[in-house]
């Protein structure tokens, strides 16, 4: 069963940056697809970014678009999300997900507990 582990979150002014890592173990990261999602108070979960096992195709939610970043180190087990020109908006818990699969699917099976990043002044 593959863990996974989220970290960086943490309290930002708007316009700051922030950097999520997320560790994983019990499986070769290489194997799976991976991506960040995101639950805002009040609202539904949302897929933030996701990239496939090769790490040639990854996809963005429009609202993060040019503003948000997702690699993976598969030498360290470990998955980034950069986040740039926080707003508000970006408010919310961010969770890491994977799944052994090529390409995302838009439901992993493998998730973490999650990480709070707060946008405010």
Known sequence: QLQLVESGGELVQPGGSLRLSCAVSGGTLAYYSIGWFRQAPGKEREEVSCMSSSGGS??????????????RDNARNTVYLQMNSLSSEDTAVYYCAAESTHFCSGAPDNWGKGTLVIVSS
């Open 58 to 71: 990854t996809n963005y939610a429009d609202s993060v678009k040019g503003r948000f970043t997702l690699s």
